[in-house]
């Protein structure tokens, strides 16, 4: 046990104390919220980067419900070397300082080696118990193998331009001159700020994005990994940020970073993703080993890629815009049935994003600045990679993203491309599901 009962009893009151001072009503509505179930009898686990929002739509989803509550953190060092053991005082310490409750609200549970014992023996006892997690281990083995079939997932990124228009009181729905021109504004700021909360909400610099990137290498996969050469993973994370929307190899990350072999560089590459740092997309091919060997980077968020020490970001906004578009197709796919791929034909052609419900492409999705007049080099390089891109997969839905101009349809090679402009498209909230 944490010393004695009396700091377990200080420690979970200073948590209390402290989420009673999260200021809600500064807080954005976020959809996810209406995924966690309090009426049902299975933990809810809500996972994403360090500080995408989790905890907060956690509480508010809870305060709202008019469930009393207890609240642990376990990101916290005075409770490190907790395990499963000393749940039984922290329950304890719990109901003395909140009196009786029926939801227990744990932050970042991965944290506590056995966790999944006592939250087994919690939902067994009657108790909602809602999780938050930093890590996707938390789900890929702990979660799958010891809480099969009892839990629920909502995966939480950081802050959509949606809700970054929402945070900055830009009207999403007028179609006014003035409305239209500030939401393209908006995108543009959103294209070099990123979604973090704390930094759309209180307007935090390069020095809080630094230090979360160092929480993430630090306490989401040296500390669980038992990384040696924290300053080669450090190297390779800065390297992969730099890279985003650019196809990776293992073999050249090996070689970059004189790493032992190629399986020391996946593991690395999977830690980040664990840890929601970075995302990964595959090539779509039936082929596994083509789909498995080509592989897209993403940011989880630009200001990763953009605003970090000693970083040179280019100013290319395509990329920019490529990789806003990819994270909100991870916020509108049913995660159970559905993937994001890209397709490449070297020297041939590419789709940026293909949507696909168990095997069946069901959309072709293209992202480009701009699209230019029908004979010239861009405008048939845009289309023709959506025109193969349906002859290879059979699916018809194309559409093309543009940051600049306006809805359009083209009709090509007896094919219909939808031109959409991405401040409208980001913000019309169509999902897959």
Known sequence: MVGIMTDLFTILSDQKAELERTPLDRQVSRPEENMINLSSNVAQVVTGVRRSGKSTICQRVILQ??????????????????????????????????????????????DVKGWHLFVNRMLRSGMKVVLTGSNANLLSSDLTSYLTGRYNEVSLYPFSFAEYCNARKVDLTSHTT??????????DEYMFSGGLPEVVLNGEGRGYVMSLLNAIITKDIKNRHK???????????????????????????????????????????????????IRIIHKYSFRHGERTSGRKVYSVDLSFATRRK??????????????????????????????????KKAGQFEVDFVVCERSKAIELIQVAHHIDAPDTKLYRRETRGLIKGA?????????????????QTISISG???????????????????
């Open 65 to 110: 419900s008019g469930h009393p509550f207890g609240y642990v953190n376990f990101d916290d060092e005075r409770l490190s070397g907790l395990d499963a053991r000393d749940l039984d005082g922290v329950l304890q310490t719990l109901y003395r300082i909140n009196g009786d409750f029926d939801v227990l609200f744990m932050d970042e549970a991965q």
């Open 391 to 407: 002859e290879l997969s059979g699916c018809h839905k194309l559409k093309l993203i543009v940051l600049e101009g306006g809805r």
């Open 178 to 187: 003035k409305c239209q021109a500030m939401r393209k504004r908006a995108l």
């Open 310 to 343: 000693d970083t040179l970001s280019t100013e290319f906004l395509g990329w920019r815009l490529e990789n806003i578009i990819l994270l909100e197709l991870l916020r509108r796919i049913d995660r159970q049935y559905q993937d994001v791929f890209y397709m």
């Open 415 to 433: 094919e219909t491309i939808e031109v959409a402009p991405a401040a409208e498209w980001l913000c019309n909230g169509e999902t897959y599901r």
């Open 227 to 277: 990384i040696r050469y924290i300053e080669t993973l450090q190297e390779v994370a800065d390297s992969l940020l730099d890279k985003y929307c650019q196809e990776i190899s293992f073999n050249e990350i090996a070689e970059e970073f004189s790493l032992n072999s190629v399986h020391t560089a996946k593991k690395y590459v999977s830690y980040l993703e664990e840890a929601f740092l």
